[in-house]
C-alpha cells in the first residue's frame, strides 16, 4: 500500500490534467518511488519482512533491525510492475 496509494492519487490527479497516458504514468511512477522509499526507516510489523529477521529483537534493540534502511519488498514489487507497464507505454509514443 505504500507505493500503492500514492501511485494511485496521483494517477487519479495527473488524469484530471493531462491526456497523455505516458505522462501520467511517469509522475504516478514517481509517487510510487517516493512510497517505496519512505518505507526504509520504517519498523517492520506487518508482511514478509515481519519473520526475515526485521522484528524487534528480544532485547527490544530496533537499532538490530536487519531491514533498516531497505524499503519493503511488497513497496518494491509493486514499483518494479509498474515500472514495467509504463516503460511499455513510453515506448509506444
Not at 500500500?1 to 501520467?24: E, H
Not at 534493540?61 to 524499503?71: A, K, M, N, V
Request: charged fraction near 20%.
Amino acid at each position: 500500500m505504500d507505493a500503492l496509494i500514492p501511485f494511485a492519487q496521483t494517477f487519479g490527479d495527473a488524469s484530471a490534467r493531462d491526456d497523455n497516458t505516458a505522462n501520467i504514468l511517469q509522475v504516478s511512477l514517481e509517487a510510487a518511488r517516493q512510497g517505496m522509499e519512505a518505507t526504509e526507516d520504517m519498523k517492520s510489523s506487518f508482511g514478509r519482512s515481519t519473520y526475515v529477521g526485521a522484528a524487534l529483537h528480544a532485547d527490544g534493540d530496533e537499532s538490530r533491525d536487519q531491514t533498516r534502511g531497505i524499503p519493503d519488498p511488497g513497496a518494491c514489487g509493486i514499483v518494479a510492475i509498474l515500472t514495467g507497464i509504463s516503460s511499455t507505454f513510453s515506448l509506444a509514443t
